[in-house]
């Protein structure tokens, strides 16, 4: 069982602004739920209770959000509105929650060497909020904590499909099929943001992983990579080279809700999905 998912929230969400300079990018509500409520409640069916979350000091709000507010919640007792916390009041009760900052915004890899003090010697999840999925049956983390039960000692990383011209966006990986297996694959090569010519496959990372804990030692020496941040694809490629790294193709629908485009369509498709459900 995984029972820590780690969250690495200090990047700058450059990309949305000005709404980002004093609001984290993670606290942006698709309707009315910010994505880091998505992604906690998305940890919390794969079987976590542990959230730990790697911050900066531009990011209070959203230890906030994760804390009682006594104030609102006196206001609409009793009121039509209370039903409107009890999503966030049932993450409040079932889970805790563990903060530390990153200083420096040295990358996701540094991020996650970051988190190392919350999450311990055990096999973790590392879940991007910008990555909201989206799928009728299990969750994506779900699907890669029911996989881990059987692979234990592999890292495994969500992959999907992208365009050719993409490919700089991600981490793309190059893999080979894994006997009765039809959707996991062992990862041989990984390259970070490459240029189409330069890219192994068109199968990229996605914002979800399952870690063991000796991706810390590797992080601990992995050298400032593409644009000059310590990179988690760097350091997983050390392991896929002892073949401990799968990658999976998930069930569900992804939206990139780090930039605009993929923020409107979430909001469009969750606003729609309401709708029908109403019906
Ligand atoms: P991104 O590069 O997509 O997020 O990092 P960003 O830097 O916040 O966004 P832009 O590009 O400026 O708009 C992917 C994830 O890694 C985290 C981010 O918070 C995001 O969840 N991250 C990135 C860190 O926690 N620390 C870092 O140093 C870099």
């Known amino acids: 069982m995984i029972n820590t998912c780690l969250f690495p929230v200090a990047g700058y969400g450059s990309r ?70 009890e999503g966030i009041g049932r993450v409040i009760k079932s889970c805790t929650f563990t903060y530390t900052r990153q200083l420096e915004m040295k990358g996701l890899g540094h991020a996650i060497l970051t988190g190392e003090p919350l999450v311990g010697n055990a096999p973790f999840a590392v879940l991007l909020p910008d990555d909201l999925c989206s799928n009728a049956g299990d969750t994506v983390l779900q699907q890669m904590t029911a996989l881990h039960v059987r692979y234990p000692s592999h890292c495994i990383v969500a992959v999907e499909e992208i365009p050719p011209e993409e490919t700089h966006k991600y981490g793309v990986v190059a893999v080979e099929p894994l006997v009765s297996e039809s959707a996991l694959f062992v990862v041989t090569e990984m390259v970070e943001k490459p240029e189409p010519q330069d890219a192994p496959s068109n199968l990229a990372i996605i914002g979800r992983y399952i870690l063991t804990p000796e991706i810390f030692a590797i992080l601990r020496e992995t050298k400032p990579g593409k644009g000059g941040e310590i990179q988690i694809t760097d350091a997983l490629k050390q392991l896929a080279q002892q073949g401990k790294v799968l990658a999976y193709r998930f069930k569900g629908r992804r939206f ?11 909001t469009n498709f969750f606003y729609t999905q309401g709708k029908q459900n109403e019906i």
């Open 16 to 85: 949305f602004l000005p709404a980002t300079k004093s609001i984290p990018k993670e606290m942006l509500p698709i309707l009315t739920k910010p994505l880091i409520q998505y992604a906690v409640e998305e940890a919390m069916k794969a079987g976590c209770t542990a959230m730990a979350m790697v911050t900066s000091k531009y990011k209070k709000a959203i230890e906030d959000h994760f804390d009682t507010h006594t104030d609102i919640e006196q206001s609409i007792a009793g009121s039509s509105k209370e039903v409107l916390l």
């Open 256 to 266: 990139d809700c780090g930039s605009v485009d993929g923020f409107v369509e979430a």
